[in-house]
């Protein structure tokens, strides 16, 4: 449990990493979409060339898609499954140039709001100048830590995330923190990167390599543990899809026997989309106790 809990790092250790995000993606947010999909999961790394649509989702189809706001980092469409009503208040963790925003934004109309919080001036910069471009006033942008937000306690109806969370260093603050800003009775919905058992370690070396944005994903038991132990409730995966790793990649780590057994076995990296719900305290409306 300490090792849940830790997440195993250490202040400084945890420091480094999020120096390190914070770098790489102030160099993403001046990249194009396509150089995005189509170099280490954001960053070009001297990794082999990989498919563009290996870890996103296509948003186009979604009311309130905005093309320059999406640079190609996400691994789900939490929006889809978070149950965004008008006039609700929103919160996109890891909000990018906006992409997740945007879509929330047309759906909680003129009367709701969404707040999008990013760790990276450049990507809060890039999210603030596409809004003001498209005249929306009830979408706002801040700088801030997942694991310390800067909001009030009880401000949100929904929380929602695209493959950002498995970055974050101390996974159990950045839970206890979606709790602590969501209202008695709002919900979370996140898509995030997962393992499902160790995969060779070859292969793990590599998929760090080329995807910086599974170096920091846990096995998803531990994951689902940690969103329980922080106190969510009705906590259900939505979606889960497996991510694909080209052939011409595990042919460089895997004799054709285990290459079978990879790709035809359970193990492997997976995207889930996860939703749970903050408790209403007993006896107050709603609460179902009384």
Do not use: W
């Amino acid at each position: 449990m300490e090792t849940l809990i830790n997440n195993g790092s250490s202040t400084s250790t945890s420091e480094v990493l999020k120096q390190l995000v914070r770098d790489k993606y102030t160099q993403i947010a001046d990249q194009s979409k396509e150089a995005n999909e189509t170099s280490c999961c954001g960053v070009g790394c001297g990794c082999p060339t990989i498919d563009s649509a290996i870890m996103a989702e296509n948003y186009q189809q979604l009311e309130g898609y905005v093309a320059d706001a999406d640079l190609g980092l996400g691994c789900g469409l939490p929006t889809e499954y978070a149950h965004i009503k008008e006039g609700d208040t929103v919160v996109d963790l890891g909000s990018g140039a906006g992409n997740d925003a945007f879509v929330a934004r047309s759906l909680v109309g003129e009367k709701g709001k969404v707040l999008g919080i990013d760790f990276t001036e450049r990507m809060i910069e890039k999210a603030r100048e596409n809004a003001e471009k498209l005249g929306f006033n009830n979408v706002e942008f801040r700088q801030g830590d997942i694991e310390k937000m800067p909001l009030s306690a009880n401000v949100a109806d929904v929380v929602v995330s695209n493959c950002v969370l498995n970055l974050v260093p101390n996974k159990l603050k950045a839970f206890a923190e979606t709790l602590r800003i969501l209202k008695p009775g709002g919900h979370f919905s996140v898509s995030d990167i997962v393992l499902e058992g160790n995969l060779p370690e070859g292969l793990q070396k590599d998929a760090e390599m080329y995807a910086g944005c599974v170096s920091g994903a846990i096995q998803k038991e531990d994951y689902m543990q940690l969103i329980e132990i922080v106190g969510f409730k009705n906590v259900q995966i939505q979606k889960q899809r497996r991510i694909n790793i080209p052939v011409e990649i595990l042919q460089q780590y895997l004799s054709s026997s285990e290459l079978e057994a990879y790709t035809t076995g359970q193990k492997g990296i997976f995207s889930i989309t996860v939703y749970g719900e903050k408790p209403v305290p007993c006896c107050e409306p709603g609460s179902g106790c009384c």
